[in-house]
């Protein structure tokens, strides 16, 4: 099978980091493309021919022969969870369908919690869920997203670095970070977290955490995605199992 080796430039958000490794893609015709992110762009150049991968990804050539990645429009949709008859807004970023809004489901197994136990906060924020309860939440035709699928959106939005501003919204927040664009759709607000069993709430408007469904190495814990008000980072971090986190579903 040919291999091609292209070079991935660092110019805008739109393009690979370059500390991501070297990715391999499948192009229609069955060609391999190795793509290495290791090179720096000073200037933009003309961008005048491009390829699409397999899953319909596209890359674009410029004039001085190096390469970007060009993000698909983000699609909005809807979804009903005929649990509670209740609509949610959806995105389509790349390849993955997600819940473009908290999950604002009570289950019967586990623990859920309103911020401060007030139903109010519901509407705006979700509910938040201990981890028994994150693995059942999700309605049909939806799961809890693996810390894979997470990482997968990352890369998608330019890496873990700057996909918090594409994925926050600028309203319901403390403060908005300069670079929050909600470029994604995918809709976050800062709806705070709860401590372990016991434990308080905390940090509304300020920061928000997610469950994924992957185990840490530690039997106690698991790994969530934590975005705060200040930065447009995307925290990797590991939870207690008893803490109350937000959700966010992954179409099957």
């Given at each position: 099978?040919k291999?091609?080796?292209?070079?991935?430039?660092v110019?805008?958000?739109?393009?690979?980091?370059?500390?991501?490794?070297?990715?391999?893609?499948?192009?229609?015709?069955?060609?391999?493309?190795?793509?290495n992110?290791?090179?720096?762009?000073?200037?933009?150049?003309?961008?005048d021919?491009?390829?699409?991968?397999?899953?319909?990804?596209v890359?674009?050539?410029?004039?001085?022969?190096?390469?970007?990645?060009?993000?698909a429009?983000?699609?909005?949709?809807?979804?009903?969870?005929?649990?509670?008859?209740?609509?949610?807004?959806?995105?389509?970023i790349?390849?993955?369908?997600?819940?473009?809004?908290?999950?604002?489901?009570?289950?019967?197994?586990?623990?859920?919690?309103?911020?401060?136990?007030?139903e109010?906060?519901?509407?705006?924020?979700?509910?938040?869920?201990?981890?028994e309860?994150?693995l059942?939440?999700?309605?049909?035709?939806?799961?809890l997203?693996?810390?894979?699928?997470w990482?997968?959106?990352?890369?998608y939005?330019?890496?873990p670095?700057?996909a918090g501003?594409?994925?926050?919204?600028?309203?319901?927040w403390?403060?908005?970070?300069?670079?929050t664009?909600?470029w994604?759709?995918?809709?976050?607000?800062?709806?705070?977290?709860?401590?372990?069993?016991?434990?308080?709430?905390d940090?509304?408007t300020?920061s928000?955490?997610y469950?994924?469904?992957?185990?840490?190495?530690?039997?106690e814990?698991?790994?969530?995605?934590?975005?705060?008000?200040?930065?447009?980072?995307?925290?990797?971090?590991?939870?207690?199992?008893?803490?109350?986190?937000?959700?966010?579903?992954?179409?099957?």
């Open positions: 099978m291999k091609i080796v292209l070079l991935i430039g110019f805008s958000v739109f393009f690979l980091q370059s500390s991501m490794a070297q990715k391999e893609l499948k192009l229609k015709d069955g060609t391999t493309v190795l793509l992110p290791d090179s720096t762009w000073s200037y933009k150049p003309v961008y021919q491009e390829i699409k991968t397999a899953t319909g990804e890359y674009k050539i410029g004039s001085n022969g190096k390469w970007i990645f060009v993000p429009a983000p699609i909005a949709g809807k979804m009903t969870d005929t649990r509670k008859t209740k609509s949610y807004k959806t995105v389509k790349g390849t993955q369908t997600w819940m473009a809004e908290n999950l604002a489901f009570k289950t019967a197994k586990g623990k859920t919690w309103a911020f401060n136990d007030d109010k906060n519901v509407a705006k924020y979700g509910y938040l869920y201990d981890y309860a994150a059942i939440a999700c309605p049909t035709g939806y799961r997203p693996s810390e894979e699928d990482n997968k959106l990352f890369d939005l330019g890496g670095q700057i501003g594409k994925m926050k919204v600028k309203d319901g403390e403060e908005a970070n300069p670079n664009s909600n994604s759709g995918f809709s976050i607000v800062g709806a705070g977290f709860k401590h372990g069993e016991g434990g308080g709430f940090n509304l300020t928000v955490a469950w994924s469904s992957t185990p840490s190495s530690d039997p814990k698991v790994v969530g995605f934590n975005f705060a008000f200040h930065t447009e980072l995307a925290f990797r971090n590991e939870y207690k199992k008893d803490m109350g986190l937000s959700i966010r579903c992954i179409k099957k």
